[in-house]
């Protein structure tokens, strides 16, 4: 097997050399223009994007070949690396094909503005760190921005297949499982698709809350400024900082707020304290009534269709929504301290214990107390829901369980009240299993498993 990958690699390299010939020759014969006598663009799709897509697939191809010649791919990562790349070249190939893209333009319009020291759009929800760092690229125009934000978002897609495999092994997976769970969870999986449709920031925003897991408590400062980033990134991981306050660990929480006002003050050096107001105005809008969305999934959006039907004045709206975020996170607070004082997910008197338990049901409240809640968000919640693999053992829990992971994460998005809301409801009844949790048999039987397939292929 190595000696026909190494056959294999040699010609993969000699192919790229060609193809790198077969460009210079291009570029020097009849310069930029010359590009358009060989390569041509069909009608519903975008150049750039599928020139990037088919350069990274073959690229990754050639990675993979250069792995298993040197034998870098063994039984015991055989998995974790086989996922990587069924997801990398799935994902590739849909992506290839997409030809219109959504909310860079936000992102696109924001840095314009702030170039011309104009107040951000009415669109952009944001802290003005992110509008901020991409003012440099702002002047490449729409192609650009989109190009380097997609290829932002594929390589973010694989840094959170690697991190999401790395914490539910610090869960207890075994590296099998994780690689197991983390590849079907990624390749079907409704809100990741659209995040990296609409090219969102999203996938930025969760892998720096997993880094931020990550790195606790070994690389304190490096775990605060990660989640110092997610939250400059999208305010909402702010009540992440809940589950790192029960570690009563000062050193931590003053590295974040360092880290907090350090990140703060970038926009403010380029374009002054006018941007935070632009912000407040923003998501003060946010909450004001207008019509519903019905894929949607907020309590806002709810109400704001259901109580009008009733005849009820606009303010009930706001009303009913807020008493259901209280609600909401009263039973969250409830179902943490359970969760942290039983160690349901992370049985251990190691410091970050705490931390590792709380985090879960925290995912749910951060996603759900939003003014809005888009079909994208979902992949918040992805490690409530994986690690109830762990907790859940009766039949009818695991029918439950089914149902939500099925309404949050495989059912497309559609508009059709109420039964669009199934991702409203969908964490709601993951927090109901993780108030009930007891523990499973299932996970410990499976890591044995797949570790003896592993003893048995080195024999």
């Not at 029960?246 to 926009?267: C, M, T």
């Not at 923003?282 to 109400?303: K, P, V, Y």
């Not at 998005?413 to 108030?435: C, E, H, K, Q, V």
């Amino acid at each position: 097997m190595t000696r026909i990958a190494r056959t294999a690699l040699i010609f993969w390299a000699a192919i790229t050399a060609l193809v790198a010939a077969s460009l210079l020759i291009i570029d020097l014969r009849w310069g930029v223009a010359g590009f358009s006598i060989f390569i041509q663009q069909w009608p519903l799709t975008d150049l750039p994007i599928v020139l990037a897509s088919v350069a990274l697939t073959w690229l990754l191809f050639g990675f993979l070949l250069y792995l298993l010649a040197n034998e870098k791919i063994n039984s015991s990562n055989a998995l974790t690396f086989a996922g990587c790349f069924l997801i990398a070249f799935a994902y590739l190939n849909v992506l290839s094909e997409r030809f219109r893209y959504g909310d860079y333009q936000y992102y696109l319009q924001a840095a314009n503005n702030l170039l011309q020291h104009k107040p951000l759009p009415d669109t952009y929800f944001y802290l003005p760190l992110w509008a901020t760092l991409l003012e440099p690229i702002a002047p490449l125009g729409d192609e650009g921005m989109l190009l380097i934000l997609w290829l932002v978002n594929i390589f973010s897609l694989f840094l959170f297949y690697f991190l999401l495999h790395r914490l539910l092994e610090k869960y207890g997976f075994s590296i099998r499982l994780a690689a197991i769970v983390t590849t079907l969870f990624i390749l079907v999986n409704t809100p990741l698709l659209r995040t990296l449709d609409y090219v969102q920031v999203n996938l930025l925003v969760i892998n720096f809350i997993f880094l931020s897991l990550l790195l606790y408590p070994k690389y304190s400062f490096l775990s605060a400024l990660s989640l110092a980033l997610a939250v400059h990134l999208k305010t909402s991981p702010a009540v992440i900082v809940l589950a790192f306050l029960l570690e009563k660990d000062r050193r931590w929480f003053g590295w974040f707020v360092l880290s907090f006002l350090v990140l703060a003050a970038i926009p403010v050096a380029f374009n002054g304290v006018s941007p935070y107001f632009d912000y407040l105005n923003n998501i003060r809008g946010l909450t004001q009534a207008r019509q519903a969305i019905f894929h949607e999934t907020s309590f806002d959006s709810f109400f704001r269709f259901i109580l009008p039907v009733f005849k009820l004045p606009g303010v009930w709206i706001e009303i009913a929504a807020d008493a259901a975020k209280v609600i909401l996170a009263a039973t969250t607070f409830f179902v943490m301290a359970q969760c942290v004082r039983m160690q349901t997910f992370f049985a251990s008197k190691e410091r970050g214990a705490n931390l590792l338990n709380a985090v879960p049901s925290l995912f749910i409240l951060m996603t759900l107390a939003s003014p809005v809640v888009w079909e994208h968000h979902g992949i918040f919640v992805a490690l409530s829901f994986l690690l109830m693999l762990k907790r859940i053992d009766s039949p009818s829990e695991w029918m439950w369980f089914g149902f939500a992971y099925f309404l949050e994460f495989i059912l497309p998005t559609f508009d059709f009240f109420p039964w669009s809301y199934g991702r409203l409801i969908a964490p709601l009844i993951i927090l109901w299993l993780m108030r009930r949790a007891i523990g499973s048999s299932l996970l410990p039987r499976l890591n044995f498993w797949l570790d003896s397939i592993s003893i048995q292929a080195k024999q």
